[in-house]
């Protein structure tokens, strides 16, 4: 016996007991508050609806037998020895659903027969076989296979009931292979679908699968063997968008019907002037899973707008032909539409300058980068050394030291020439390429101090051999103490200078007698004066002036490239087998982009980064032009470049759909992806077609469950296949779903589609037993349930108790009324 509320939130109103105090004397009568306090108490308890619940009657015993061909001759008779056993131990009433086998007699009546195999309809009818006031419990014997998994309803409403599942497993036979399930993957056309196959069951013969469609065999196994449960995985090309029919056989016996879903081609708005016929080679090197639209640069500041596509490709467009708005409205597809970028190209796009501080250059994932390269310009070098008698001693060591010292600035490609004068001239190292440094310091290590200090013809013989050398700088360099016998060499000097040989002095020991007119030499000669008096003051000239060369913005040659360890997809395992590249221009990485793509310097080829909801790559090179020259040759680059490309582009498709069936009813949600075409409030479009396309159903509206969540929940034959097409604006999605895909033959069911008994046993309260052998021992008598409604006797108390209050009150006491 329990008590029961059928409202018990009415409970709460016991809180306005404490306000019958209120309006008490201060010497209040407990008789009339405790009236009160009695009369509201049972309204309340009225409210509240209270039930008795008592046992009444025998209960009801249901017995779920399974005598399906499945179990083998064996189990079936096993089966049949655990009902025999249960039903002479059964009390009260009992009633028995058969799966399978022929009508037979069960306690004197005869039982229905489920012959669909399904345990979630015999669960379901043994729950209505148990009237709502009568209790009882369910005993499942049986193996456990269903032909489908819609036992959850079924299991719940027992729960909720109190009724116990007992359940006695029965084994049956080891099944011949069979198709257990197939699973059909999504694919772009143009692309291959994905048919992963089980087969349950084992043998020691070897097996075949075969995929078929429209009397064409599309996709044979490799020979395989079944050991309980294999995988095969096939592939199939989609080669036209909608859907397609599959035939999944299994040695020519066991096949099951099924449908793939080919999305259509995706949109891709290609941008490019300079390459002739760009859009028609890049549809055919592309292939049937891409629809390129082409549209000059201009176009995007106007008419055209770029977030109706999933992908934009430019290729080689000049900054300057891109106006500032299109660049705008780029970034913001890219940032809010999630609309791929692929922007590709040679000098044109990322040369120097490029788009270096426009809109879109600041969405890409690299800098144009202008490289420099120093250069050591070749020089032509004449030292005129005064050996005369002033230059004696100590000065003399300074000349040779700075000569010596100079020398070994000089590359072999240089000129070096060394002339002595004392009153005449001689060549003491003539005119030749720096190669034997050692030798030339030997030979100013030879000089000595002797004659006069006469400069002019030493002069003149350095300018006549410095006159017919090639070298990027010519220079003269005369180390002397200044003491020279004549003074006519302005003229000369000049004559030097105009010829484009530099002159520079060095004035040496510490006595000079004219350094001012060394200094003026220095700068009639265009270059520079030196002053070294002692050892201490020792200077290093070097004429060799480093020079930085801009680098080519475009390089050419035979590039190989590597793919980054983390390439997660691109493709990039792909690049070992092309041929190398032929040129790209260089760039500088930023520091958040990820370099898919380098060349053996490491310059990124290709790169990619998140901007706002959508991606943006990069490709330093012209696709279609002669960048990848080589790599028109190599078979594999069609499908590499739509790999980047489909990674670039927009999550497509635009919806995941999925459909599920639960016998004649359909179930579709639609999830979105990305941003409505026209505002997330708008819920998309379904409509259900035939093999020919043509409209069967329109679901309108969908029921919004969430956000981006859409969900129709209708009524569809079983044995119809639903093809479904989902529009939103101009995005169409396909899903497909086989007629029957959630049943399955009561001969080949499924491991997934076995109850689990001993849990369904454990979750209601009743018993299990692994074999039908144990002995389950008698059923318990299950008992009726009555329900006595007490709240129209507490209604009535409640009026009892406000007459008696009424009475209370009028009754006199001591010549008064009670109030």
Known sequence: MTLTFLYPQAAWLFALVPLLWL?????????????????LAVLVLALMQPSLIRAHGPGVQVVILDQREALGTQGQQAARRAFDRLAATARGTLRVIQLGGTRGSGNGSQPPIVTDGSLSTALARALAEIPLATGGAVTVISGGRSTDRHWEDSVAALVRRGIPVNSIAVPGPAAAPFLAEVHVGTARVGETLRIEALVEGADDAPHRLTIDSGGRERAVSQPFAADGAARVVLTVPAEQAGFLPLRVTLDGKSRVETLAAVQPALPLLYVGARQTGGAAMLQQLLGA???????????????????????????????????????????????????????SGGLSAFGSGGYAGTPLGAALPIT????EKQIQPSVALA??????????????????QIARQTVRKLAPNDWIGVVEFYGARQWSVPMHHAT???????????????????????????LYGLKDVEARYRHILVISDGGVAEDRYQQLIRHIADSRINLSTVAVGGQIDDEKSMAEWARIGRGQFYSVPDEFSLIELDFKQPQTKPQPAY?????????????????????AAAPPLSGYVPAQLRPEAQALLRTAEGDPVLSSWQVGSGRVTALATEPLGGGTANWRSWPGYGGWLARVLAMTARRDPAFDVTIARRFDRLTVAVQRLGAASAGQERAPTLTLVDDSGRTLRTVAPLEARAPGLFEADFAWPSAQPARVEVRDGDRLVYAADAARSDLAPPDATPASMVLPMAIVSQRTGGWHRETPDLGPGALPAPTGLAATDLWPWFALLALTLYLAELGYRRWPSRGRPRT
């Open 289 to 343: 899973g891409f629809t390129v639209t082409a549209e000059r640069p201009a176009a995007l500041a106007g008419q055209v707008d770029p977030a109706r596509w999933p992908l934009v490709v430019l290729d080689d467009v000049p900054a300057a032909q891109l106006p500032i708005e299109a660049q705008r409205r780029i970034n913001r597809a890219v940032a809010r539409d999630s609309t791929g970028l692929l922007a």
């Open 383 to 400: 030292i005129v050394i005064d050996s005369s008698g002033s230059m004696q001693g100590e000065r003399l060591e300074l000349a040779k």
């Open 368 to 371: 144009a980068r202008q490289q």
């Open 436 to 462: 034997d440094i050692p030798d030339i310091e030997r030979s100013i290590g030879r000089m000595q101090a002797q004659g006069a200090s006469v400069l002019f013809p030493a002069l003149q013989e350095a």
């Open 23 to 39: 309006p008490m004397r201060q010497r209040p009568r407990w008789t009339h508050l405790g009236l009160r306090a009695a009369i």
């Open 555 to 575: 390089r050419a040659g035979s590039f190989a490239l590597r793919a980054a360890p983390e390439d997660r997809g691109w493709g990039g395992s792909r690049i």
